[in-house]
């Protein structure tokens, strides 16, 4: 709204330019003494031939600033001092009207798949795992806020050669006691151990193959097994998922696609785009300047991209999708590329619609994580070493809490996925639990804190908020301007798929605050009490907002 009134305003004294250019020029300074809003003149200078501070000089003094505090021209920029009583009165009103949809606004309708977190079956869910779950997640959250309906699709890693390699792991070392007892733990160890033998025993990897053949023909024993291995998995899985929150709309994973596949294969050969090469079957992608999709390998298996290419067409007649997501690796970027441009060929003009949504890695002292290294971090221990971290600062903190396991869990486990989620998705990173759940620093312990704090002051008066009340306290100013920005932040989050601009957007209104609690007070008993309660209990709302976008908790007190 604000913004308009500076658009429309020079709007009217510069008919060379568009509202639209006008509005994709304008920009925010760093700090608030230089105003709110600076038109830039340079892209005037051509136009009028004349240097840009004599242009800012000319235009300041032709603008109607009665919308304003001021008008000024400084260097090249026009610089516009919004009405800060106006502003706070619309703020404040408009948080307080909305609430929890504060925020919430319309950036397109229609079905997104995401395809997210995919571990697979008979592994445990380490922290590599950790990423493309709570990404996945906020992405789904953040394309709900703006409009769209999000499909969370877990698909598991539920078929392939691993499968082989497990079973002949099993049968040379494994026994149904040990599985029984703890199946993910030894059906682990086997898998370690069948790769480190397999180094020296190249054979291994053939039998393995052949096992694996063997499932995808339907051989009693190994179907048994198979079964066996997901459903024992799933378990495990689910107990994680529920920790962290997230639940998913369908476990489809790649073995729901051995029957979808021939299909794709037939009409690859129909449409002529299918080639053999040294045996195998693969689609040409020179056009796109790319590697050739491997479609069959010689011995007639299937691989990931056979599955893909069927996974993508059944969601897309299933869900009918206006996007797909894949939050998956960095590394997967080619397959993905390879993938959407086979689907082209094919005719699939909807392959535009599919995004890869990569991401950079987690590394521990450095290293990457590998669960055929046996270098793994399993994310159930990590989540449960970090509630017991939030516990015990909490006990110091607030000895007498209520619900003190409770807000120990939404913590803890917070304080993991906002870690993850304040770093840009390409960014890796290295994972320090002890730094991750601080309450000091740039972390979601801090952001939690702040809210409880909002809370905990608005519980000291009796007085009611008022956002109807005119607040002129200018310390508020910086507050009152990213608490605005609020809907923008969650617009430029769903537009490039980047849950980081709200965890940067929640650290920066942390800190805005805490800086304006120790320098005001906030309860002084006087006409603006009830306007600056309304500022603490936007502050709450929108923190509260924010950090439910990310898929981590508020509470109220800790």
């Known amino acids: 709204m604000f913004k308009d009134q500076v658009v429309q305003a020079l709007a009217a004294v510069l008919p060379e330019l568009s509202a639209d250019q006008i509005s994709d020029l304008l920009e925010t300074p760093k700090t608030s003494d230089l105003g709110d809003y600076a038109f830039p003149t340079f892209a005037l200078a051509k136009i009028k031939r004349m240097a840009p501070n004599k242009i800012a000089a000319e235009l300041a ?168 291995f997901r459903e024992e998995s799933l378990k495990e899985f689910n107990r994680i998922y529920a920790k962290l929150g997230i639940d998913f709309d369908s476990y489809n994973g790649e073995a729901f696609y051995n029957d979808k596949m021939d299909p794709v294969v037939q009409t690859l050969v129909d449409k002529h785009l299918l080639q053999t090469s040294q045996g195998a079957e693969i689609v040409d992608l020179e056009k796109y300047n790319l590697n050739p999709a491997l479609i069959k390998k010689s011995d007639g298996a299937t691989l990931y991209m056979t599955r893909d290419l069927a996974a993508a067409i059944y969601r897309k007649e299933t869900y009918d999708f206006v996007q797909s997501l894949y939050v998956v690796g960095n590394e997967q970027r080619e397959h993905f590329e390879q993938m959407k441009a086979v689907l082209k060929e094919m005719g699939y003009d909807w392959a535009d619609e599919i995004h890869h949504i990569p991401f950079g890695l987690i590394t521990k002292d450095g290293k990457k994580l590998s669960t055929r290294k046996g270098n793994i971090v399993l994310l159930e221990q990590v989540l449960n070493d970090a509630i017991d971290l939030a516990k015990k600062q909490i006990a110091e903190k607030h000895p007498d809490l209520e619900n003190a396991d409770q807000v120990a869990h939404d913590v803890g486990v917070g304080a993991v996925i906002f870690h993850d989620l304040k770093n840009e998705r390409l960014d890796s990173f290295d994972f320090n639990l002890e730094e991750v759940v601080r309450f000091e620093g740039e972390t979601g312990p801090y952001v939690q804190y702040t809210n409880a704090r909002a809370n905990s002051i608005l519980k000291k008066t009796d007085v009611s908020p008022a956002a109807e009340v005119a607040l002129s ?38 800190k805005a605050f805490n800086k304006y609690y120790a320098n005001t007070k906030i309860l002084v008993d006087d006409a603006e009490l009830p306007a600056r309660l309304a500022l603490v209990s936007s502050i709450s709302q929108v923190l509260t907002n924010a950090l439910a976008l990310l898929g981590v908790n508020a509470p109220a007190e800790m």
Request: negative net charge.
């Open 61 to 228: 003094p032709t603008i109607d600033a009665t919308p304003f505090e001021a008008v000024k021209a400084v260097g090249g920029y026009v610089n516009f001092f919004l009405d800060k009583m106006s502003f706070a009165h619309a703020t404040l009103m408009a948080i307080d009207e909305a609430g929890d949809n504060f925020g919430s606004q319309t950036l397109g309708v229609g079905n997104v798949t995401i395809d997210m977190s995919s571990p697979n079956i008979a592994k445990p869910m380490s922290m590599g795992h950790l990423r493309s779950t709570v990404i996945g997640n906020a992405l789904a959250n953040i394309l709900t806020k703006t409009g769209y309906t999000p499909i969370k699709i877990n698909h598991l890693g539920d078929w392939g050669t691993q499968f082989g390699k497990l079973i002949v792991a099993y049968k040379l070392w494994g026994s149904e006691e040990e599985v029984k007892a703890d199946p993910i733990k030894h059906l682990l160890e086997y898998y370690v151990r069948f790769h480190e033998e397999a180094e020296t025993k190249p054979e291994m990897d053939d039998e393995a193959r052949a096992w694996f053949k063997k499932l995808e023909d339907g051989d009693p024993e190994a179907t048994k097994l198979w079964a066996w």
């Open 473 to 510: 306290d200018t310390s508020a100013w910086d507050i009152l301007k990213l608490l605005a920005d609020y809907p923008n932040v969650v617009a430029r989050a769903a537009k490039a798929y980047e849950p980081s601009v709200i965890a940067k957007y929640a650290l920066r209104l942390a």
